[in-house]
């Protein structure tokens, strides 16, 4: 379930594109993935769509056009890289030892190689996932139990409760808060 004040607060602190790209077609990007989507994540996705949030946090969006910021690319990506890491005897995070279990990513750390995910389980419904963020170039992988609108509020606000984005903030401590599309971004000079 949503929570409209969450994002709402997010709304205001970080404001969005004037002009979002369209909804995406939720029905044909969940039949991809065979599974549902969270409700919040729908609502982060339709009303920023995909880009950058305070260059640090990347949001994928199943219909992005670069595959740097596509759901759906990310996750193929991403699956392939896990299971080359888990045969190579890296331990998998408590929750992905679950039969059935398993993970999709729903945004990225800029530069660090850092991913956030969702952990699915089996008959869990979407808006109970657990979210991991695995630090991408070693074994951390941080479960936060809330949603995807709440870790990015609280990262931007700098009181996420995690090893990782905490220090970040604190070294960036931004006083002014922006998203960028993946548009916005790439095209910009020196990136």
């Known amino acids: 379930m949503t929570d409209p004040a969450a994002l709402d607060a997010l709304l205001r602190l970080c404001p969005p594109p004037a002009d979002p790209p369209p909804a995406p077609d939720w029905a044909a990007a969940e039949k991809r993935l065979g599974t549902g989507l969270p409700e919040d994540y729908k609502r982060l996705v339709e009303a920023y769509g995909d880009g950058l949030f305070d260059e640090t946090i990347w949001l994928l969006s199943p219909e992005a056009t670069a595959d740097l910021s596509n759901l759906h690319e990310q996750r193929t990506e991403r699956d392939g890289v896990l299971e080359s890491l888990w045969l190579m005897d890296e331990e998998k995070p408590d929750g992905l030892l679950e039969e059935g279990a398993y ?7 800029e530069g660090s190689g850092a991913f956030l995910y969702w952990l699915v389980r089996p008959g869990q419904h ?6 991991l963020f695995n630090e991408g170039r070693g074994p951390l992988w941080e479960p ?10 609280a990262v931007l606000t700098g009181t996420a409760e995690t090893a990782y984005f905490g220090r970040l903030y604190e070294i960036l401590k931004p006083t002014a808060h922006r998203f960028e599309t993946t548009a916005q971004v790439i095209g910009a000079p020196g990136r």
């Not at 993970?103 to 750390?109: G, L, Q, T, Y």
């Not at 936060?144 to 509020?153: I, S, Y």
Request: charged residues 15%; glycine residues 0%; hydrophobic residues 60%.
């Open 126 to 131: 979407p808006d109970a996932w657990t979210l």
């Open 144 to 153: 936060h139990a809330m949603r995807c609108v709440d870790f990015v509020l």
């Open 103 to 109: 993970v999709i990513p729903w945004a990225f750390e």
